[in-house]
Structures are given as structure tokens and as C-alpha cells.
């Protein structure tokens, strides 16, 4: 693999992460499963990549975050107040997005920006002729990943982010503590959609482009770079749980640049990404099953013996 092919990973890796931090505030925290997800991506990649090639690139990521919280916000709107399943309402939200994405595209879907100055292109330019002139799109990701990293971990030990964390816990308990679940919910799928869009935008940015499928399958990839973070850092500390949910991206995203390179097909990616969520997901379960089994099948040996 060389050198390039590596930064692009890390690159997108990192990019992704910003979504997977999104899953973690929703799913790890909050223990609501966001399948608005794939169209919130989008989301913030069109409305990004609309107002950035209208001249605004800064504009573009305040204008991609805000869609996200809109996004958020209807999606928490049809759980709490609407008496929508919350699946139910992620997947109402996902496709009402499609139609939501291709008028914001003006009908289109795709959208070009090779001849559109983006906050990657502003950097490359500013830093053009000193040292770290081909580590700007690195540099630029760092910058935002590490402001939604320290919010994050500053969020999450407000009064507001510890009353998300003890929804997510035990809901009736936060009821009886004169806490309203329906508030942090809302606030909760608010903030980390804010995240998506934000990852969309500075995806299309960093691309160029925007297609209409560009978010599909993006709750699949999260959820198992989120998995695969948990690996390494389950049972600590938010901070070092945040650091491994950008571990877990990168890894991820080193596992699709791998699949390629050994030319795998492009369409099995998905499938990849599938079977890591299940296998991440029914792990535990079989970890505790395991001695069963195990039991199970000496007793199976010694009857067969026995005969």
C-alpha cells in the first residue's frame, strides 16, 4: 500500500469519524438507533456543497450542520411527540430525505465542484509553497475533528449531556427525577445530526462532488467503526471512548482501502461492512454462550463414548 493510499484512508477515515461520533452520542449514549442517518449525510453534503458553490464556503459547513439539526429535530419530533417507533421514524425520515436532497440538488443527482473553492482548496492555497502545502485536506479534517471531539467530551458532561446519558440508562428514572426524556431526546438526535451534516459537507468538499447515493450505507459503515472502537475501549472513560471511535473509523476505512487494493469488487464493500456489524454485534452474546456450548458438546462426546 503506499504512502498516498494511506493518507487517503486516514483522510477519509477521519471524515467518516465525525458520523460515527454522531452514532456514538445517539446510539452509545442515548440508546436510539438513528437510521435517518444515510440521508442526513446527504443531506449536509447537497446543502454544503449548494451554498459553497454560491461563493460561502465557511458558510457551507454552519448551513450543512444547521440542516442537521433540522433533520434531528423531526426525526426526535416523530418519536416523542407523534408516538412513531423510533426505527420507524429514522426510516420515515431517510426517505422523506431522498426527495428533500434532490430538490435542494435542483433536480439533479450530482453535483459538480472541481471548479468550486471549498475550505480544502482555501487551505491548500494559504499553505501553497511551504512544507506542509500536501498535508492541508489532513491538516483541515484534524481541525474539525478536533473541535467536534473536545465539544463532545465538554457536551457530555453538561447538565444537559449527563441527563442524555442517564436517558439512554434508564428513562423512567429520569422521569422520576423531574427530568423531561422528551427534551434530551430532541437535544440528543439534534446535536449528533448537527455531526452528520458536518461530515456530509466536508465529504462532498473533500470529493468535490455529490452524488444522491454519496450517504448510502453510511449508518452501516458508522455502526461498525463505532463496534470496532468499542473493541479497545468499552469499559473507560468518554474521553478515551471518543479516541477509539476515531480508531475504529480509520481502521474501518483501512480495511475498504485493503479490500480494493486486492481488487476486491466494489459492490462487496457493503457486504464487508454487514457482516462486521453482525459479527461486532452478536460477539458478546457468543462470548457468553461459549462455555454452554462447549459443555454442551463434552456431554454430546461422553454419551457417544458411553455407547
Not at 60 to 84: D, E, H, N, Y
Amino acid at each position: 500500500m503506499t504512502l498516498a493510499l494511506v493518507k487517503t484512508a486516514i483522510e477519509l477515515g477521519l471524515i467518516s469519524s465525525i458520523t460515527v461520533l454522531a452514532l456514538f452520542l445517539s446510539y452509545s449514549m442515548l440508546n436510539v438507533c438513528d437510521l435517518s442517518t444515510d440521508g442526513c449525510f446527504t443531506l449536509g453534503a447537497s446543502v454544503g456543497a449548494v451554498v459553497a458553490i454560491a461563493g460561502y464556503p465557511y458558510l457551507s459547513i454552519i448551513a450543512a450542520m444547521t440542516a442537521g439539526v433540522l433533520s434531528g429535530f423531526i426525526t426526535a419530533f416523530l418519536q416523542t411527540k407523534m408516538g412513531v417507533d423510533s426505527l420507524l421514524a429514522g426510516i420515515v425520515v431517510n426517505t422523506a430525505l431522498y426527495s428533500v436532497n434532490i430538490a435542494i440538488m435542483g433536480g439533479a443527482s450530482l453535483l459538480n465542484m472541481n471548479k468550486t473553492v471549498t475550505v480544502f482548496t482555501m487551505a491548500e492555497n494559504a499553505l501553497s509553497g511551504s512544507s506542509l502545502a500536501d498535508l492541508s485536506k489532513l491538516l483541515i479534517i484534524l481541525i474539525a475533528v478536533a473541535i467536534v471531539c473536545l465539544f463532545q467530551r465538554s457536551f457530555l458532561k453538561t447538565k444537559i449531556g449527563l441527563a442524555i446519558r442517564a436517558t439512554g440508562n434508564n428513562p423512567d428514572m429520569v422521569r422520576s427525577s423531574s427530568i423531561n426524556p422528551v427534551m434530551t431526546t430532541i437535544v440528543g438526535l439534534c446535536v449528533a445530526n448537527a455531526f452528520t451534516g458536518l461530515s456530509g459537507c466536508l465529504m462532498a468538499q473533500y470529493q468535490k462532488s455529490v452524488n444522491i447515493d454519496i450517504g448510502t450505507g453510511m449508518v452501516t459503515i458508522a455502526l461498525a467503526s463505532l463496534l470496532i472502537g468499542n473493541v479497545f475501549c468499552l469499559h473507560r472513560s468518554i474521553p478515551v471512548r471518543i479516541v477509539g471511535t476515531l480508531l475504529g473509523s480509520v481502521i474501518f476505512r483501512f480495511v475498504y482501502t485493503v479490500a480494493l487494493r486486492l481488487k476486491m469488487p466494489a459492490y462487496m464493500l457493503k457486504l464487508i461492512s454487514s457482516v462486521i456489524v453482525i459479527l461486532a454485534i452478536s460477539g458478546p452474546y457468543l462470548k457468553s454462550r461459549l462455555p454452554l456450548m462447549l459443555r454442551s458438546l463434552k456431554h454430546k462426546k461422553g454419551g457417544a463414548m458411553d455407547e
